[in-house]
């Protein structure tokens, strides 16, 4: 039995890590830490686990991994906690707010000798494979640019809390799009220029809910990317990830979410969209669990997650300094 904590549910997708913890055979959901003690009690009895108060206590506790779905500031404390307990992590996105915590992170756990992986399960969404797989096929040639949006619900919360997140909807949303590219691609980011700003949510945010970036990668490849907050709270989902490759040998579009039905509900009066492909938190939670179990580094490593940070650090430093910044 593989056993597996987690460390805060300050995340909205720790419910779903964790329901795929005590779906998956041979794995156990050990124990769950919460420094919001009622929060962490509710979850405990929701996913039928214990629940520790005592941080050491739960570090502890008989477990070979944790999953870290705290706020973004509090990575770099709990991920460095962990490690010292010789425990293999998984944290959640981004890796850390900052260039320099990232970095922290990621040293402690070579240092340490453990498994440091970084969240990003769209890796795992079957139309986001399928391009990989015909890019890597050559059969489309050189990519010239690429065009992708990753649009999402306002989560509210310490999301909007700078001094809890580092930064808005370019914060939250960023990341995913900048590791999906250095996947499928295989370069780096060498540059970025940003426009941010607050435009649907003045009277209740401070952060940025949107933000727009021309960015730059190895080989000349030109990338835009539209991050927000801008979907309704009656839309179908949380949002979106879709990108527009241009190539030499043609153009290939994708939706990340486009496995779905549209449901229309008399009863309820509504509509609404039914997923039908894979769950792709549950290939990330597998690949985190077969790599507790074989003492590798994860599919997506915490050197991911670092550069997926520098490049939305460089974001935001390329709008304050109102030029495109190098990464």
Known sequence: M??????????????????????????????????????????????????????????DTEMEGVIVTAENVKHRVL???????????????????????AAA??????????GLGTAFPCRYARPLMAVKE???????????????????????????????????????????????????????FTRVYCELGNQLHKDTLETDDLGSMHLEMEGGVQVSHIASWSRPKSFYTWGDVTMEFICEGGVINTDAFNQKLTVFDDKAMRVSWAPWGDNPDLGLVQDFVSAVRDKREPAVTGVDGLRATEVTVAAYDAYKERKAVKI
């Not at 900048?178 to 691609?185: G, H, I, K, V």
């Open 2 to 59: 593989t056993k597996i904590g987690i460390m805060s549910f300050a995340h909205m997708h720790a419910h779903s890590y964790a329901a795929c913890l005590n779906a998956m055979p041979g794995v156990e959901l050990a124990a769950i830490w919460d420094d919001d003690v009622r929060r962490g009690k509710k979850m405990a009895r929701a996913f039928e686990t214990s629940f520790v108060k005592d941080l050491e206590a739960f570090l």
């Open 105 to 114: 992170m990621v040293t402690t756990c070579k240092k340490a000798g453990i």
């Open 134 to 188: 015909m890019l890597d096929s050559g059969a489309y040639g050189e990519v010239y640019a690429v065009s992708c949006t990753n649009h999402g619900q306002s989560p509210g919360g310490w999301f909007a809390d700078e001094a809890l997140s580092g930064g808005g909807a370019t914060m939250d949303h960023t990341v995913h799009v900048a590791d999906l590219l250095r996947w499928m691609l295989g370069k780096e």
């Open 79 to 101: 991920v460095e906690s962990a490690a010292d307990a010789g425990l293999w992590i998984l944290c959640e996105k981004p890796l850390a707010p900052t260039v320099e915590d």
